[in-house]
């Protein structure tokens, strides 16, 4: 057993050693880190460095090949991915993944009823009190409201993303994890979404997996590099940013 | 493609149109449509067939349509309900409607048995086990000849008044009894319609919009696969306990593989994914049958040219593309 003193409070999420194989390939290489609450971490690294993977067993998607995944001191390990919502763990994925034939409301209404109602066969849904009204709100908290008649599918990329990122939020989680939330948005659909998560790490604690370095440094408070499936640097943005080995994976991608 | 995606979506509308009162009373205008039906249909047994296939068709729709799991297997839960029914009758001796209740019943069992070893696969593979099993079914009550009457089907399920609150029915009379089947056909109908727009109603379309989201939502994916199984094979055993009755008799043949790929033609030929749809399709696949049939012995190939122009030219289906006209 680890000693748990000082971290309990100050610590939301941990790994013990984690590893994933695919058949013979290892994706993730024994991963120890620990995230701390209330702030932004970031996961970086190049393509294919392992990102999507570890932040699939931080938010449940999968079990590790071995090892050990603590949320608030609690083994959450082999906890299947449906209870992650209910414990306080929400995420957006990498690939955008709303409910595309639904309307953007009712994709957020959705979510909310997850939390109140999934097995009831009875009773009307439109019965089930304040749930359009708090899709309405969290549609206007990430700036999609005007769309919410439409359906899903026919919105832009990032007002997608937008939406994801609300229906993440409908369990109102204390831990948020985010794969890529910019991937293929315009310069100025990021900026938003920027600015958006840094709006949203005011009230819960942030992971979030980007590979351009560049995006995150700024609002990060804590950085963890991958590469080849290994945690290459772990540390504050400024000490990352100096980091030897981070230098040279970084060398040659110039653009980022 | 809006059209469509409407369509999918099940009534969350609070508009006042036409077209979204109608949406929102669509069990009552079915019922009504049920009603007068007979009056229309020169034969009343074959309004009753097709009153009971479309009762088929609109359980298989559940899971089909709404779910988005494509069963091969269907027959297993039809057939289970009508020799459910029959036996209670033939060998316990047991009053009509608790014949129906015990298919019904038992529908709705065979699914959560046939439902609990599929529910894993999906997609193709999900289709082939569905219907593995359900040859399984086929060769169980195949052989429990005791039971079943095994290839001669089970005889003398002999119901000649139907008794309700004291007003005592003639079975045997063709409208009488159309209207009676028509009594339960229009109770599932009511209870289907609110399944849909019930909260669980909503999950079974999230889980068919994309399952990672619902997951990650907070659903639980397989639960629900399980449970949509289940209150499909409930409407479909219900199907088969008014054919029970209906015919007087269960075919083996109610069991044939035959029997669950008819119900996806239907589905598909009125429109999956609509409430009333694949009612439709039952409708117009049974006329077909039985018209087509008057004037050549090769009425499959006919209604198969239909059915193919069908999908090639309505992928909606019958319904599905009537409804994508009048919506405004
Ligand atoms: N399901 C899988 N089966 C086999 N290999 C996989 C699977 N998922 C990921 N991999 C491999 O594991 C490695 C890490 O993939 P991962 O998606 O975690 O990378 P990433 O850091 O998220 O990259 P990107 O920046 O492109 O998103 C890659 O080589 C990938 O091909
Ligand atoms: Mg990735």
Not at chain 1, 63 to 83: A, L, M, Y
Not at chain 1, 195 to 223: C, F, N, P, Y
Not at chain 2, 116 to 133: D, N
Request: charged share 15%; hydrophobic share 50%; with cysteine.
């Amino acid at each position: 057993m680890k000693p748990r003193s000082d971290t309990d409070n100050g610590t939301i999420l941990r790994t013990f050693d984690v590893s994933k194989t695919f058949g013979k390939f290892r994706a993730l290489k024994s991963i120890s880190a620990s995230f701390p609450r209330g702030a932004i971490t970031s996961i970086i690294g190049p393509n294919g460095a392992g990102k999507s993977t570890y932040f699939n067993l931080l938010s449940g998607a999968f079990p590790p090949s071995s090892g050990r995944i603590e949320f608030e001191s609690r083994d959450v390990t082999n906890v299947p991915q449906h209870k992650f919502a209910h414990m306080g763990v929400a995420k957006s994925f990498q690939i955008t993944n709303v409910f595309p034939l639904l309307s953007t409301r009712e994709n957020v209404r959705v979510a909310l009823q997850a939390l109140v109602s999934r097995y009831d066969i009875w009773r009307p849904r439109a019965k089930l009190p304040g749930l359009t009204e708090r899709a309405d709100a969290l549609l206007a908290q990430v700036g999609i409201w005007h769309c919410r008649d439409r359906v899903a599918k026919t919105l832009a990329h990032g007002e997608q993303r937008a939406l994801e990122i609300g229906m993440a939020l409908a369990s109102d989680p204390r831990l948020l994890l985010l794969d890529e939330p910019t991937a293929g948005m315009s310069p100025e659909e990021t900026r938003v979404m920027m600015d958006l998560i840094v709006k949203l790490a005011q009230e819960r604690t942030v992971i979030l997996v980007e590979h351009k370095m560049k995006l995150v440094m700024g609002i990060s408070d804590r950085v963890l590099v991958l590469h080849h499936g290994e945690l290459l640097a772990d540390g504050t943005p400024s000490e990352v940013r100096q980091d030897q080995q981070v230098k040279r994976v970084y060398l040659g991608q110039r653009e980022h | 493609m809006n059209d469509m995606s409407q369509m999918m979506a099940d009534v969350p509308a609070r508009s006042n149109s036409l077209f979204d009162v109608a949406v929102r009373h669509r069990a009552v205008l079915a019922s009504l449509f049920l009603l007068i039906f007979p009056l229309i249909m020169p034969f009343k047994a074959l309004a009753a067939n097709i009153l009971i296939y479309g009762l088929y068709a609109l359980g298989f729709n559940l899971l089909f349509g709404f779910l988005g799991l494509l069963s091969f297997g269907h027959a297993a839960l039809f057939g289970t309900g009508a020799y459910f029914c029959g036996i209670a009758i033939v060998h316990f001796g047991l009053p009509w409607y608790v014949a129906i209740l015990i298919g019904t019943l038992g529908g709705a069992g065979m699914a959560a048995i046939i439902g609990a070893l599929a529910i894993r696969t999906r997609g193709i593979y999900f289709a082939m086990v569905t219907m593995a099993l359900a040859q399984c079914v086929y060769y169980l009550f195949y052989q429990a000849e005791s039971w079943t009457g095994g290839e001669n089907g089970l005889r003398g399920i002999n119901v000649h008044v139907i008794d309700i609150f004291g007003l005592k029915f003639d079975f045997l009379d063709p409208l009488t009894r159309y209207y009676v089947i028509a009594a339960f056909v229009i109770l599932a109908l009511f209870a289907l319609s609110r399944i849909l727009a019930s909260p669980f109603g909503a999950v079974i379309e999230a889980v068919r919009e994309n399952e990672a989201r619902a997951r990650a939502s907070g659903y639980n994916v397989l639960l629900t696969r399980l449970l949509t199984f289940i209150l499909s094979g409930a409407f479909c055993g219900l199907a088969g306990a008014l054919a029970a009755l209906h015919l007087s008799i269960v075919p083996i043949e109610m069991l044939h593989y035959e029997t669950s790929g008819m119900v996806v033609m239907m589905a598909l030929l009125g429109g999956m994914g609509t409430f009333f749809g694949p009612f439709i399709g039952a409708a117009v696949f049974m006329l077909l049958e039985n018209l087509v049939s008057l004037w050549t012995v090769h009425w499959q190939l006919i209604v198969g040219a239909v059915f193919v122009a069908c999908v090639l030219f309505f992928p909606a289906g019958i319904w599905g593309t009537i409804l994508r006209k009048i919506r405004p």
